[in-house]
């Protein structure tokens, strides 16, 4: 079973007690009636799916039930790191 | 017509007993969830000392999340509200009934269906975690008496895991 640290529990925890919530990073549009079609189309649909690397958001479902960002390898699903939401980007 | 008001518990009032291990249902309490950005104001308001670590409990009530608390009291218990501050304080009482797992095997029965490493749960400290599939929040109230809280509606199956992970235990 893959173990996921959560950094607001500080444990490094078995994966069912958390759910996968899409890439992480996404900024919501600060005016969201300025946007385009094309632009919201962008925010609300498009994301980077990359083979690698990929910055992403996890919460802690059933334990703390915070959500949180983590560094995952798409390839070996090896997490790299994990970090508190509203954190830069790692 | 009163009585139509009152509720059974969902799961039966007679221990499930077995060799190192005994299942029993939890006396009522009056539950809430609170919810708060900063402990030390939510401690003002309710007069309670409030744990600050997620995992630690203190006086009956136990540190779900950075911003959350569940409380657990005798039945009949009142508490402030906490009008007029930026707190959330919900009465869950009835949401969850408790049941009690106590035995020097009561640890393998409950690691029979929970993916923690459930032997690095000190005494005292509660934790919200899975069985199988169903929300629970553990307590572990003694070297080995663990209190499990379980939302009403999943208790029965959870009894019934339980239960049969007690009669299965290996030697």
Request: hydrophobic fraction near 35%; aromatic fraction near 8%; glycine fraction near 12%.
């Given at each position: 079973m893959i173990l996921i640290h959560c950094p607001y529990c500080d444990q490094t925890l078995p994966e069912l007690e958390f759910a996968y919530a899409g890439e992480g990073h996404i900024a919501r549009p600060t005016d969201p009636s300025a946007l385009s079609?094309?632009?919201w189309e962008r925010y609300l649909f498009i994301r980077d799916n990359p083979r690698g690397r990929h910055h992403e958001r996890w919460r802690?479902?059933?334990?703390?039930?915070?959500?949180?960002?983590?560094?995952?390898?798409?390839?070996?699903?090896?997490?790299e790191m994990t970090y508190k939401a509203g954190e830069p980007r790692q | 017509m009163a009585d139509a008001a009152i509720r059974?518990?969902?799961?039966?009032a007679e221990p499930a007993r077995f060799d190192g291990v005994t299942i029993?249902?939890?006396?009522?309490l009056a539950r809430w969830s609170l919810r708060g950005r900063n402990p030390q104001e939510l401690g003002n308001a309710l007069g309670l000392p409030v744990p600050g670590r997620i995992g630690e409990t203190a006086g009956g009530m136990a540190c779900l999340g950075p911003d959350e608390w569940l409380l657990r009291l005798p039945?009949?218990?009142?508490?402030?509200?906490?009008?007029g501050q930026p707190l959330s304080v919900v009465d869950i009482s009835d949401r969850a009934i408790t049941l009690i797992v106590e035995g020097d095997r009561a640890l393998d029965v409950l690691s029979s269906g929970c993916p923690r490493d459930l032997s690095k749960l000190a005494v005292g400290e509660a934790r919200r975690t899975v069985y199988e599939t169903v929300e629970i929040v553990l307590i572990r109230e003694g070297e080995t008496r663990y209190a499990v809280e379980v939302w009403r509606s999943f208790a029965p199956w959870l009894h019934l895991a339980l239960v049969t992970a007690a009669s299965h235990l290996p030697e």
């Open positions: 079609d094309e632009d802690h479902i059933h334990g703390c039930g915070r959500f949180f960002n983590a560094v995952r390898d798409t390839v070996t699903d090896k997490f | 059974t518990a969902p799961v039966p029993s249902l939890g006396l009522p039945e009949g218990s009142i508490i402030p509200m906490g009008e």
